[in-house]
C-alpha cells in the first residue's frame, strides 16, 4: 500500500440537450455522483480540477471554472485549477490528479467535467482568427484536411469513415444513457449530407449538455472502500502546438509520441488492451489514433475498421458507450468513465468480456493537444 | 437590391502582422524571414520560431504554391461567404503553409499537390491572397 493514485469513483449527468439546466449544477449532480459512486464523504475532497468545456473553456476565454464550482461545493481544497486543453482536457486533468495525489498535494482529487455546449448554440463553428476571412471555420473544417490527407496517402474510402461511426452507433444501442440509441447503416451514412467534404455530418460527433466526474484518491484509502478501485498504469502526454509549421501536423497525431511512452509506462503493448477509449470527435481522429497508438500499422486503420472490428463483439472494441458520435459530448471524462466500468465488468449489456486494460484518450483544439491513460483493474 | 451582401469576416491585423496585409494591398506576398537561421516563415510574429531569434526581416515570396490540403465546404458558416467554396492549405514554394481559398476552378477539380499562384481578391477592406491553379513547375518555363 502507497500514495499509489486509483479511481475510485465515477459520476455523470444525463447527457443531450438539457436547456433548463445550466453546467454548472450538472457539474454540481456529477461532482456529488462520483463522490457517492466511492462511497466517500465530501468532507474528504481535499483537490478539485476542471475542465470547463467548450464553450466554457474556449469560448468565453479563461473564467475561474474551479472557482465558481468549488465555491457551490464548499471545498477549501489543497490543490485545484482548470486546465484548457480542449477535447484532451479531461483526460489531463485525470493524469495530473494522479500525479497530485502520488506526490502528497492532496488525497482525494475530483475531476470535473462540464458544459451546455448544446443549449448554447454554435459551440464548434468559431472562425479560426485571420483565417476566417477565408471562410475557415469550426472543428470539421480542420479535421477535414486530415481526413484529405489519409484518403490522398492511403486511397481511405468514404466506407472506411462509415465504419467508426457506424460502429459507435451500434455500441449506443446498448448504452441506456447515450444520446443516439438508434442504429445506423452503412447506406445511412453514405447519405448523409456533407459538411466540409470530405467530412459529412455524421463523421461529427455529438453536442452535448452535460457533466462528468472522476475522483482520483490513494490505492491506501481506496482499499476500505466497496468498489473496486481502477488503477493508472501509465500516462503521458504530447501536443503538436506549432499546427501548420509542424510537417506531419495532419498526418499523424502526437498520440504517436505520448501512446508509446504510456504504454511502455504500463509495460503493455497496444495489442494488450481490452478496450481502447478513444477520443472521437470526428471519425478520421478514430483512425489516425488507430494507426498512430499503434493497433495496426500507418495507413492500414481504414482496412482495420473494416467487418465491425471496432463495433459490439468485435476484435477491439473501441468506446463501447458509444463515444462522443453516440454516448454524447463528454469532453473526454465519460471515456474516462466508460473505462473504469469495463474494467469494473460493471458495464451492463455493453461488458467486454474479461476487460482487464484500458486505454483512453483525449484530443484537442486544433488537432494541437493530446493525453492518454493506461488504466487496469486494480489487483 | 436595397440590402448589400453582408461583408465576410475581416482580418484582425496586430503589430506583426500588419505589414503581411499591407502587403497583399500592394498585390505582394511576404513572410518574416530570420536573420540568424534563414528559416522563412508564417504568421510573423516576435520570434522566429525555429531559433527564437529576435532579428527579423521580411522574405518576398513568389506566390506560387501546392494545395497541401483542403476541404469543400458544402455549408454556410457566415451570410458573406456562400457555400461552396474551398479553403484549402497551401504551402508555398518558400516553404511556409497558408490558409487561403482556392478558386478559379470547380471545387470538385481541387487536388492534392495541384500548383497555385496566388490571385489577390478584395474583400471588405482587406485585399486577400487567394489562389487560382497554375501550370505545372515544368511547363511554365
Known amino acids: 500500500m502507497s500514495r499509489r493514485a486509483v479511481i475510485a469513483g465515477v459520476g455523470h449527468t444525463a447527457f443531450g440537450k438539457l436547456p433548463e439546466r445550466t453546467s454548472w449544477d450538472l457539474e454540481v449532480e456529477a461532482a456529488r455522483a462520483a463522490v457517492a459512486d466511492a462511497c466517500m464523504s465530501p468532507s474528504e475532497i481535499d483537490g478539485l480540477l476542471t475542465d470547463p468545456g467548450p464553450v466554457q473553456g474556449v469560448l468565453d476565454g479563461i473564467t475561474p471554472h474551479f472557482l465558481r464550482l468549488g465555491a457551490q461545493l464548499g471545498l477549501n481544497p489543497n490543490y485545484t485549477g482548470s486546465e484548457i486543453l480542449g477535447g484532451a482536457g479531461s483526460v489531463a486533468i485525470v493524469e495530473r490528479a494522479a500525479l497530485a495525489v502520488e506526490a502528497g498535494l492532496c488525497d482525494a482529487c475530483l475531476c470535473v467535467y462540464g458544459d451546455s455546449a448544446l443549449s448554447a448554440g454554435s459551440a464548434y463553428t468559431y472562425g479560426r482568427g485571420d483565417e476566417s476571412a ?11 484536411l486530415a481526413a484529405q490527407r489519409h ?89 503538436s502546438l506549432s499546427t501548420y509549421a509542424s510537417p506531419d501536423h495532419f498526418e499523424s497525431l ?22 481502447a477509449m478513444l477520443y472521437d470527435c470526428f471519425t478520421i481522429v478514430v483512425l489516425l489514433q488507430l494507426e498512430d497508438y499503434g493497433f495496426c500499422k500507418k495507413g492500414e486503420s481504414g482496412s482495420f475498421v473494416e467487418g465491425g472490428r471496432i463495433g459490439p463483439g468485435g476484435t477491439l472494441p473501441v468506446n463501447p458507450s458509444g463515444g462522443l458520435l453516440a454516448e454524447g459530448y463528454g469532453g473526454g471524462m465519460l471515456h474516462v468513465i466508460e473505462a473504469v466500468r ?38 | 437590391m436595397s440590402d448589400a451582401a453582408p461583408t465576410p469576416p475581416q482580418p ?73 467554396y474551398v479553403v484549402a492549405l ?30 489577390f481578391e478584395a474583400s471588405g477592406e482587406f485585399v486577400l491572397p487567394r489562389f487560382e491553379p497554375a501550370e505545372e513547375e515544368g511547363a511554365r518555363r
Open chain 1, 151 to 239: 484518403i490522398h496517402t492511403y486511397g481511405t474510402r468514404p466506407e472506411h469513415f462509415g465504419e467508426v461511426v457506424v460502429a459507435a452507433r451500434a455500441h449506443g444501442v446498448r448504452t441506456p444513457h447515450a444520446q443516439k440509441r438508434r442504429a445506423i447503416s452503412m447506406d445511412d451514412y453514405l447519405v448523409s449530407d456533407p459538411v466540409v467534404e470530405p467530412l459529412r455530418r455524421l463523421d461529427c460527433c455529438l453536442v452535448s449538455d452535460g457533466a462528468a466526474a472522476v475522483l482520483v484518491t490513494t490505492e491506501e484509502r481506496a482499499a476500505d472502500l466497496p468498489c473496486p478501485a481502477i488503477s493508472l498504469l501509465g500516462h503521458a502526454q504530447a501536443h
Open chain 2, 12 to 84: 484582425q491585423p496586430d503589430a506583426y502582422t500588419q505589414p503581411f496585409w499591407d502587403a497583399c494591398q500592394r498585390q505582394s506576398l511576404e513572410a518574416a524571414r530570420c536573420e540568424d537561421c534563414g528559416h522563412c516563415f508564417l504568421p510573423p510574429g516576435p520570434c522566429c520560431p525555429q531559433c527564437w531569434s529576435a532579428e527579423l526581416s521580411v522574405c518576398p515570396l513568389s506566390g506560387r504554391g501546392r494545395v497541401y490540403s483542403f476541404g469543400i465546404y458544402r455549408r454556410s458558416y457566415h451570410p458573406g461567404l456562400p457555400a461552396p
Open chain 2, 90 to 119: 497551401v504551402e508555398l514554394e518558400e516553404g511556409p503553409r497558408l490558409v487561403s481559398n482556392v478558386v478559379g476552378c470547380m471545387p470538385e477539380d481541387v487536388r492534392i499537390d495541384m500548383p497555385l499562384r496566388v490571385r
Open chain 1, 254 to 275: 502526437p498520440a504517436a509520441h505520448c501512446g508509446p511512452k504510456a504504454l511502455a509506462q504500463a509495460g503493455i503493448t497496444a495489442s494488450d488492451i481490452d478496450v
Open chain 1, 134 to 144: 477565408f471562410g475557415f471555420f469550426g472543428a470539421v473544417g480542420l479535421h477535414a
Open chain 1, 342 to 379: 469495463q474494467l469494473r465488468g460493471d458495464a451492463g449489456a455493453r461488458q467486454v468480456p474479461d476487460a482487464e486494460l484500458a486505454l483512453v484518450s483525449g484530443h484537442g483544439l486544433g488537432m494541437n493537444t493530446h493525453a492518454t491513460l493506461v488504466l487496469g483493474r486494480n489487483v
